[in-house]
Structures are given as C-alpha cells and as structure tokens.
C-alpha cells in the first residue's frame, strides 16, 4: 500500500532501498531509480563547487514537484539528498578520509512519471529569476545500481570510517563478494540544521559476487 503524508507519496517510506538498521549489514536489490545529478571534485565542507551543487539542485526538484501535483494530480515530497563518491585512490576516501582528493555526484530522486520535457520547462523556470550558477550543469539520468549492501549510519560523517571498514575488509569478502559500483550515501537528516552525532545516513554499496578472476 502507498503511503502518504498529508496527501503526498513519501518514497523514503515505501520503498526498500531507503530502509537500512544501525549495526546491520543489508543486503537489498535497488531498481533502477531516476535522479537529478550533478557533479563536482573536493572537500564538500569547503568547495564553493559543493554549496552551488546543492543551490542548484533543489530550486529544480520543488519546480518538478509542483509541476507534478499542478499538470499531474501526483503530488509527492521530495527525497532526501544523495551522493555518489569516490577517488582516484579509494584509500583517500575509506581510509584516509583526505576530502581534497574526493570526486562526487549529488542527487535527487525524482519519480519515474517525470521525463525530459519536464525536466527542461523545470530548468528554464528555475532559471528565470536568480539563476543558480551551475544550473546548467543539471542532469536528469537514470542510475542503475542492482544488488547493493546498505546500512545506516548514526552520527558525524567524519566517523564512518570504521563503518566503511567493516563493509569492505569483512562483510563483502565474509560474504564471496566484491565492490561494483561506486560508494552512495543517502542523507536522512538535514546536516545543514541536525547535529552531527545525531546525523541519520544510509552508506549503501553496490556489490557483485567474486568470482576469483
């Protein structure tokens, strides 16, 4: 059954891929899902690149929104931020934790009844008044991410080192398995507004079966 909030499909509530336990290593098949992307390089704490991501992001997603309910009758709330990331040598981001050295995508789920046309009357109204500087750089894509092991993450990002460990050097290999595809993060809280001990993160990666070759 679909649930609703105020009338409004939440996605984090219905579907699997954004459920996750602290403590637990899932398992979960993700079905290709449709996002709105963008990309950047470096430390998301100092990059002006970071920030104007995110600035350009969401003036998009709530147009799509509101298009949706307004031409749609679909009214639905709008997910919460994602990342893809990675470096050149995953040890500066599982190990290292060296942010400068970090290439990343931001997303932001949007349902699969919006299609390019949308998308593109979207970023030309969100360009109409204070036009975010990487608006242009805006994607709508679809990610195809399969089978995936996820769990939830309580607290400062700068702590999910020894989470990450645990994934890579024992459940994955514990388990016949290997990385294949590149580490995603889901944001459950709001990091600009909840404390970091009390931040709520799915750490999810997509994972094939190691066949030794």
Same mark, same amino acid.
């Given at each position: 059954?679909?649930?609703?909030?105020?009338?409004?499909?939440?996605?984090?509530?219905?579907?699997?891929? @954004?459920?996750?336990?602290?403590?637990?290593?899932?398992?979960?098949?993700?079905?290709?899902?449709? @996002?709105?992307?963008?990309?950047?390089?470096?430390? %998301?704490?100092?990059? =002006?690149?970071?920030?104007?991501?995110?600035?350009?992001?969401?003036?998009?997603? @709530?147009?799509?929104?509101?298009?949706?309910?307004?031409?749609?009758?679909?009214?639905?709330? #709008?997910? %919460?931020?994602?990342?893809?990331?990675?470096?050149?040598?995953?040890?500066?981001?599982?190990?290292? +934790?060296?942010?400068?050295?970090?290439?990343?995508?931001?997303?932001?789920? #949007?349902?699969?009844?919006?299609?390019?046309?949308?998308?593109?009357?979207? #970023?030309?109204?969100?360009?109409?008044?204070?036009?975010?500087?990487?608006?242009?750089?805006?994607?709508? +894509?679809?990610?195809?991410?399969?089978?995936?092991?996820?769990?939830?993450?309580?607290?400062?990002?700068?702590?999910?080192?020894?989470?990450?460990?645990?994934?890579?050097?024992?459940?994955?290999?514990?388990?016949?398995? +290997?990385?294949?595809?590149?580490?995603?993060?889901? @944001?459950?809280?709001?990091?600009? +507004?909840?404390? =970091?001990?009390?931040?709520?993160?799915?750490?999810?990666?997509?994972?094939?079966?190691?066949?030794?070759?």
């Amino acid at each position: 059954m679909t649930r609703k909030t105020d009338g409004k499909v939440d996605f984090k509530k219905i579907l699997d891929a @954004y459920q996750a336990t602290r403590g637990r290593f899932r398992i979960v098949d993700v079905p290709d899902m449709q @996002y709105l992307m963008i990309d950047g390089h470096g430390d %998301p704490n100092t990059s =002006p690149a970071f920030t104007a991501a995110v600035e350009a992001l969401y003036p998009v997603a @709530y147009k799509l929104k509101f298009a949706s309910k307004r031409d749609l009758g679909r009214d639905y709330v #709008v997910p %919460p931020l994602e990342g893809l990331w990675w470096a050149e040598d995953m040890a500066a981001f599982t190990v290292a +934790r060296d942010k400068s050295r970090w290439d990343w995508t931001l997303l932001l789920m #949007v349902p699969d009844w919006i299609d390019q046309t949308m998308f593109a009357t979207a #970023v030309e109204q969100t360009g109409a008044k204070r036009r975010p500087a990487r608006l242009d750089d805006v994607r709508l +894509r679809t990610l195809s991410e399969g089978r995936c092991v996820q769990t939830l993450h309580v607290g400062s990002f700068d702590d999910e080192a020894g989470v990450l460990a645990r994934l890579h050097h024992g459940f994955i290999p514990d388990n016949g398995l +290997r990385p294949a595809g590149t580490h995603h993060e889901i @944001y459950l809280s709001d990091f600009r +507004r909840v404390a =970091p001990d009390e931040q709520r993160t799915i750490l999810r990666q997509p994972i094939t079966f190691d066949t030794g070759v």
